[in-house]
């Protein structure tokens, strides 16, 4: 015959179940909320940074006469200052600085016209990009906007971070979810625990009381 299942237990399963899975999806939607958060605080980071560095650059650009070491220069100082690569293509696609490669390596980097972000702000449209850097090996966010002279486009100015900057974001908020949560489960438990005892003890005692009177027992009491 197979054992039956208290009311205790039953009710403490019960009570474990449903607000465990309240907390798996409260800490799973929090988690989503907090990614999508974090990835959208990234890319106003660089939209701010590129609207800055362009109208540092703008006179450069504008200039007749092109000055591509003090560009570069500039572009060396200015990066380090917004703590992310900072980029400058020339209208052709060619690139006249960069912060993380350094001016002295700039006239080796290749044509950026291809570079899908880089081309549609030589298009006058300003672009996100996620993709791998061939120059640094690396997958990057970018922003690339145009900086215009009237409305010709003379230049665009691109920002961007290593992905691995949002990653580790979001593994710290992953151990703190994991910890917790951890923390919220124990302390389910003991509640849950706790209240099923409290619930259930008089249906206990009741039922106690029933089958003593089933027996004859007349003086036993429910209280």
Do not use: C
Not at 24 to 46: C, H, K, P, T, W
Not at 53 to 72: E, M, N, Q, T, W
Not at 182 to 203: D, E, K, N, S, Y
């Amino acid at each position: 015959m197979a054992r039956r299942i208290s009311i205790a237990t039953k009710f403490f399963l019960t009570y474990f179940v449903i607000t465990g899975a309240a907390l798996a999806f409260a800490g799973i939607a929090g988690y989503l909320q907090f990614q999508r958060y974090a990835a959208e605080e990234v890319d106003r980071a660089l939209e701010s940074q590129a609207h800055l560095a362009a109208g540092i650059f703008r006179p450069y650009l504008a200039s007749p006469v092109l000055d591509r070491g003090g560009i570069a220069a500039e572009a060396d100082r200015v990066g380090r200052g917004l703590d992310a690569r900072l980029t400058v293509v020339l209208p052709g696609g060619v690139v006249v600085a960069d912060s993380r490669v350094g001016a002295a390596r700039v006239p080796d980097m290749e044509n950026h016209s291809g570079h899908p972000e880089v081309a549609e702000a030589l298009a006058g449209k300003a672009a996100f990009s996620t993709r791998r850097s061939i120059t640094v090996g690396e997958e990057q966010r970018y922003y690339a906007i145009p900086v215009r002279r009237e409305e010709k486009v003379i230049g665009v100015v691109r920002v961007s971070l290593p992905i691995d900057f949002l990653h580790r974001r979001l593994a710290r908020v992953r151990s703190i979810t994991w910890g917790t949560g951890i923390a919220a489960f124990l302390l389910m438990l003991v509640g849950t625990a706790i209240r099923a005892r409290h619930v259930t003890g008089p249906l206990g005692e009741m039922g106690e009381a029933a089958r003593e009177l089933a027996d004859g027992n007349l003086r036993r009491r429910a209280h």
